[in-house]
């Protein structure tokens, strides 16, 4: 009979062993599915962030381009300047009118490139609201298994 009674309580402290490390174990697995899900989040917003400044990088190289391109032909308009000043018969009037004409076409292409703006941030934020949703599905599904 001790000997039963015995092997009962070695079977019990065996059973109460193994689910204290079944407890301990879920914990642990519940602990690392929303520390994962923290981190994808994390993620989602890194990548949406990139999305956009590359937006926004592609945007600014685009404008540093078209100025460098605007400042040499300015160069090229003050180097010739002195000549058109100095030859007789130049009417100053016309040259000063060429001048705001120019400055009003580039004030023009400046106002045409803000909606090509707000389109690439627009398509950036797009993406950053798609790839947080397909985590949150994903996220989602991993705690229903």
Not at 32 to 38: A, T, V
Not at 60 to 83: C, D, F, I
Not at 89 to 106: F, I, N, P, S, W
Request: hydrophobic share 35%; net charge negative; aromatic share 4%.
């Amino acid at each position: 009979m001790q000997q039963l009674q015995g092997e009962l309580a070695d079977a019990f402290r065996k059973q109460w062993i193994a689910e204290t490390s079944l407890k301990a174990s879920t914990h642990q697995c519940n602990y690392l599915k929303k520390e994962n899900s923290h981190l994808q989040e994390d993620l989602d917003k890194a990548r949406a962030k990139v999305c956009e400044l590359s937006a926004q990088l592609e945007l600014e190289s685009q404008n540093s381009l078209e100025l460098r391109v605007g400042n040499q032909e300015l160069r090229g308009l003050v180097a010739l300047l002195p000549l058109h000043l100095a030859a007789p018969g130049v009417d100053h009037t016309t040259t000063a009118l060429y001048g705001k004409q120019r400055e009003q076409r580039a004030q023009e292409e400046t106002r045409e490139k803000q909606p090509l703006s707000l389109l690439l941030q627009t398509q950036a934020a797009a993406q950053a609201r798609t790839g947080e949703s397909n985590t949150t599905d994903a996220s989602w599904r991993k705690q229903l298994e």
